[in-house]
């Protein structure tokens, strides 16, 4: 069934849903900040510093939005950093959720990786304790096709490559992004 964009934003989701910008946080025109409007249930998760972020605040921030309430109602949206954040939190907490769509995951061990945030090397290569989608890009200047795809085998994620995308974002040409929810409501079970 092909949903259009119109009863995409008519879902209902029964999960408490957090979102979690990376590198800069997502500006107005992002999907994630778009999927927040649609759905003013969904709460992002604010972090101190969004320019030079240190690994160990930003997982303490993911934890203290977990648990505010049930972590069993919850499911994760992560885009770039914030991916690599999850995985760290994930690591470090071993919290039970619902579940992670992890879009586009940087590589902080990558060259073309940008200077100036703190702890987020080495990435961790070990097994979620919750399900989880990762969607990658053939494009996307700050991870290779294939070290995504070694993320999402490490991770335990379904892996979804959805070709020649840049890094998912405005920039790319991603503001509302209808096929991203439609991988959420799938997490939303």
Known sequence: MRLLSQELVAMDFSSRVLILPGLGNSGEQHWQSSWERQHPSFQRVEQT??????????????????????????????????????????????????????????????????????????????????????????????????RARQFAEAWGSRFEEIGDAGHINVASGYGEWPRGLAWLKELDR
Not at 70 to 78: E, K, Q, Y
Not at 121 to 143: K, M, N, R
Request: net charge negative.
């Open 49 to 146: 510093n969004w320019e030079t972020p240190v690994c160990a605040d930003w997982i303490k921030q993911v934890d203290r939005a977990v648990m505010a309430g049930n972590p069993t109602d919850v499911i994760l949206v992560g885009h770039s950093l914030a991916c690599i954040t999850i995985a760290y939190w994930a690591q470090t907490y071993q919290r039970s959720i619902k579940g992670a769509l992890l879009v586009a995951p940087s590589d902080t061990e990558a060259a073309s990786y940008p200077p100036g945030t703190t702890g987020f090397t080495p990435v961790p290569l070990v097994q979620l304790p919750f399900p989880s989608i990762v969607v990658a890009s053939s494009s996307d200047f700050y991870v290779s096709l294939e």
